[in-house]
């Protein structure tokens, strides 16, 4: 629970609760009672900002008829589905806390841990991220799945997520800042928010099985977000196929020149018999392999390209640890 030294901070500050939603109508009700209870004992100022993404259910009717009877509850409707990556950027966005919150709808993430995320945050921490633990509930592909992918994916891009980092997050207006000028398209928030850097920490939860309805996330549409997040986030996988043909080009010339010693100059002293054949074969291996190395250098400037449309900042400064200098050059002329 919150000690009394931070429930006086707390008075002065804003949080933002930001929960995407697709469909959730059947569990909206319980959910946001239980939210607005914990949030109503915790604080002082706070508002929830639910993120409609093109539901068909009666999700938005219940949003009209909750924000109506609490000012706290302000929504966003999209006009459309567009994935729960962007329906929390667009939550984000429009957030105006000191801090936000992220949260899924369907009851999986435990809101009564909120108040464990904002001391964190009002320790110093600027990002403080909600780490699932493996549950044995879930399928044994999705566990061992994402275990996979975190371990690949900390190896390929050097960064140094733990297994079971989720949306499940808050974070600090000065991230919300930075975060609002990133500008790539296919994107993963947590992903991008872990990218910006800012000063984190982990807190573990057990998900909590739905509380209504069914996953809209399915395995296939994980694999697609596992490889959106590899490629957004690292070029390795464009630069594999190079390094491949190199190997391969560069074993199958050693083989080839060391035949073409052997049985061509010296007339086969060792007896290693190669047919015509087989030596064809080793120049096609040889080939393919100049054709993957050429296809690598390729590689190098579409990497180059990639990066460059992503329109990344080039670094990411943090404000408030910064001595001296205004959040701008506009703000500094003055
Ligand atoms: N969600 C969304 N748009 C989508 C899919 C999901 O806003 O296209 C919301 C959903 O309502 C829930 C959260 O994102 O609040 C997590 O979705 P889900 O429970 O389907 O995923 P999982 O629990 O498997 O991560
Ligand atoms: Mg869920």
Redesign the pocket.
């Known amino acids: 629970m919150i000690t009394n030294k931070f429930m006086a901070e707390l008075t002065t500050k804003k949080i933002s609760v930001v929960v995407p939603l697709f469909n959730e109508a059947a569990g909206l009700e319980q959910f946001n009672k239980s939210i607005t209870s914990v949030l109503n004992e915790a604080l002082g100022s706070y508002e929830i900002i639910y993120c409609d993404d093109g539901s068909s259910d009666s999700t938005s009717e219940i949003l009209h008829k909750l924000s109506a009877s609490d000012n706290h509850i302000r929504y966003i409707s999209l006009t459309r589905n567009f994935g729960k990556e962007n329906a929390l950027s667009a939550g984000i966005f429009y957030a105006s806390g000191d801090a936000i919150m992220m949260i ?1 709808g ?1 009851g ?1 993430h435990p809101v009564e841990l909120l108040p464990e995320f904002i001391k964190s945050w009002l320790s110093g921490n600027k990002v403080v991220i909600g780490i699932r633990q493996s549950n044995s509930k879930e399928g044994i592909r999705k566990r061992w799945g994402s275990l996979l992918f975190h371990k690949t994916f900390n190896k390929i891009t050097g960064q140094k997520i733990p297994a079971g980092s989720t949306d499940f997050r808050l974070i600090d207006r000065s991230v919300q800042q930075a975060f609002i000028e990133l500008k790539d398209s296919d994107r993963i928030t947590r992903g991008l928010i872990d990218w910006l850097g800012f000063k984190t920490s982990y807190i573990k939860f057990n998900a909590k099985p ?1 509380a209504q309805g069914s ?1 809209s ?1 399915s395995f296939n549409k994980l694999v697609k977000l596992a490889i959106n997040s590899y490629v957004g986030f690292s070029n390795t996988p464009l630069y594999f196929f190079g390094y491949l043909g190199v190997v391969i080009s560069a074993l199958s010339f050693i083989l080839g020149l060391a035949i073409f010693i052997e049985q061509l100059l010296l007339g086969d002293p060792l007896s290693w018999k190669f047919t015509g054949t087989a030596m064809l074969a080793i120049l096609t291996i040889f080939l393919v392999g100049i054709v993957l190395t050429a296809q690598g250098i390729l590689a190098v400037y579409v990497s180059l390209m990639h990066n460059q449309t992503k329109q990344r900042p080039l670094y990411v400064v943090d404000f408030e640890n910064s001595i001296g200098l205004a959040r701008n050059n506009k703000d500094a002329q003055k």
Do not use: E, H, I, K
């Open positions: 899924d369907d999986q739905r996953a996330y």
